[in-house]
């Protein structure tokens, strides 16, 4: 069975950081690339970061960048997301969703990837 499961989420005051994990089971882990999407309510679900399969190559939404990072251990079939400097405007559902196998680049479509997580809650408070 192919199956996504997040954890790390919670409530965090502006300015603040967490840690997202996303550990696989039943996917060709290692040759897949990965991402993080968000959904916040009332609103599309949207890219934030992603990473190819052999970690070579990140991608990060503009809105994110210089503020998460993406990485990965495929020896734990888990990727990760470090969120720092949280701002209000972040809170959403964040999901992790694996996609192409052995692609050098990240795509940034929901339509690119075929297996997403359940979802984990990042409510920042001002």
């Known amino acids: 069975q192919v199956q996504l499961v997040e954890s790390g989420g919670g409530l965090v005051q502006a300015g603040g950081s967490l840690r997202l994990s996303c550990a696989a089971s039943g996917l060709t882990f290692s040759s897949s690339t990965m991402a993080w999407f968000r959904q916040a309510p009332g609103k599309e679900r949207e890219f934030v970061a992603g990473?190819?399969?052999?970690?070579?190559?990140?991608y990060y939404a503009d809105s994110v960048k210089g503020r998460f990072t993406v990485s990965r251990d495929n020896a734990k079939n888990t990727v990760y997301l470090q969120m720092n400097s949280l701002k209000p405007e972040d809170t959403a559902v964040y999901y992790c969703?694996?996609?192409?196998?052995?692609?050098?680049?990240?795509?940034?479509?929901?339509?690119?990837?075929?297996?997403w997580g359940q979802g984990t809650q990042v409510t920042v408070s001002s």
């Open positions: 990473i190819t399969w052999s970690g070579g190559s990140t």
């Open positions: 969703a694996g996609g192409r196998r052995l692609s050098r680049t990240v795509a940034s479509r929901t339509i690119d990837y075929y297996i």
